[in-house]
């Protein structure tokens, strides 16, 4: 077995440590109430949209940061240990949600014409604020406990590490479907 299958192994079994007890229902509640929190806040369907949407583009920026974190833990550019890692990314989060809120009229613009588009819908962008909602919670569990537990593997250091990203986030995304799906946003 390859190193690259080792750490793909490894990858596999602390999501599945992580997703095989996970209750849908309470996963919903969460989501439903968010998103009921965040209608509440709005007064038009449209800053409703505009709410969700600046919510998906802060989880995505936090994806993109994610991924650089990553390669420079596994690539050895900083320390591959969870502290360091959850304070850079507390830090880095702060200053996203700075950028996203001085450019949300920017941002505000680009979304209006998508909400035009007969697939853009209520029960889609519902969709998408939990997928990315729950891709963001689950990706900074996985570090956690994927650091905690195999910041030592020999392994780490002799891999692909594009496509042990890759990797990692095709996995995440498994896993949420699986949780998303189950869910209602009607």
């Known amino acids: 077995?390859?190193?690259?299958?080792v750490?793909?192994?490894?990858?596999?079994?602390?999501?599945?440590?992580?997703?095989?007890?996970?209750?849908?229902?309470?996963?919903?509640?969460?989501i439903q109430k968010n998103l009921h929190d965040k209608q509440a806040q709005t007064?038009?369907?449209?800053?409703?949209?505009d709410a969700l949407m600046l919510n998906i583009v802060y989880f995505?920026?936090?994806?993109?940061l994610?991924?650089?974190?990553?390669?420079a833990m596994l690539t050895g550019k900083q320390t591959l240990a969870v502290d360091v890692f959850e304070q850079e990314v507390l830090s880095a989060q702060m200053h996203i949600r700075e950028?996203?809120?001085?450019?949300?009229?920017?941002?505000?613009?680009?979304?209006?014409?998508q909400y035009d588009n007969p697939e853009f819908t209520e029960e889609s962008v519902r969709y998408?604020?939990?997928?990315?909602?729950?891709?963001?919670?689950?990706?900074?569990?996985?570090?956690?406990?994927?650091?905690?537990?195999?910041?030592?593997s020999p392994a780490l250091l002799h891999i692909d590490v594009?496509?042990?990203?890759?990797?990692?986030?095709?996995?995440?995304?498994?896993?949420?479907?699986?949780?998303?799906n189950g869910m209602s946003f009607r």
Do not use: C
């Open 60 to 64: 995505l920026e936090n994806k993109q």
């Open 7 to 30: 750490v793909n192994k490894m990858i596999e079994a602390t999501l599945f440590q992580l997703t095989s007890n996970v209750n849908v229902a309470q996963f919903e509640d969460v």
């Open 66 to 71: 994610w991924e650089q974190q990553m390669e």
């Open 128 to 152: 998408e604020y939990a997928f990315e909602s729950l891709a963001h919670s689950l990706r900074a569990d996985f570090t956690s406990v994927f650091v905690r537990k195999f910041a030592n």
């Open 43 to 49: 007064t038009s369907t449209t800053q409703f949209f």
């Open 99 to 113: 950028k996203i809120h001085a450019q949300q009229a920017a941002y505000v613009e680009q979304f209006h014409p």
């Open 1 to 5: 077995m390859t190193n690259q299958q």
């Open 162 to 180: 594009a496509e042990t990203i890759r990797i990692m986030n095709g996995t995440i995304e498994y896993y949420v479907s699986n949780i998303v």
